[in-house]
């Protein structure tokens, strides 16, 4: 696919699998939009694609916030004149005890994670539409389809994304709008320090370039749904084929300690 002069937005370009993705994109001669809240390395970003050869629209801002979600399609569209593919990249962690999850914390998860793809899917729809072709690729996660423990709010949230996708892959077909989905594993970002809890997960992490490899291989071979890593695929299998085994293995991999429910138990009575 000759990318030259197509015009990309990246969400959470300023590390990790967006800061891949947009490298990649720019080293194939598109134009990029992309944005982060940490202005500091999303300029640090900017500059190393332009460096490899793209054009580059640097924007920073939180996308829990919808008039800033919707600005990125509207600068694309003023600044270059059309969009061709929308990466929804950007998400926030929650390895949280639900027992210490406030509303705050389920509002601003959805919010990210959830609404933001959505919005920018909404204005970035009506363009694509204009020129007759796009692309919306949906950075989920593995949690999109099987829930860790600890991470109830952020499973949701991926859910919902990963619904958003299939959906949309449904109400857009016929219209050259190609959506799809990657369920994303352990990749090795800056994600694993953010955790609120104790992560129980210790195995191998993979580079980030294989997410932004399987973005290029969703648009090129039309691909609606991938796994990365493909093995992770086989537990979205057993889960499916056996849910009480999968729910049984879980609380015994991660089990959540007696102490926690205790504490929780006696904050509730307080």
Known sequence: MDWSGKVVIVTGASSGIGRQTALDFAKRGARLVISARRAERLQRVSAECQTAGGEVEAMVGDLAEREFAESMVAQALARFGRLDVLVNNAGVPKHKHFYDVTPEDIEYTLRV????????????????????????????????KLPPPRETVYAASKYALTGLSEGLALDLAGSNIHVSVIHVGPIDTEIWDRA???????????????VSEAVFRCIEKRRHELTVPRRLSLFFFLKALMPGAFRWGAARWDPVPRAVIEEAREKARR
């Open 196 to 210: 609120e809890s104790p992560v129980r997960y210790a195995g191998r992490k993979y580079s980030p370039r294989l």
């Open 113 to 144: 994670n959830f609404l933001a793809p959505a919005y920018l899917t909404l204005a970035a729809v009506p363009a694509m539409l204009r020129q007759g072709e796009g692309y919306i690729v949906n950075i989920s996660s593995g949690a999109g």
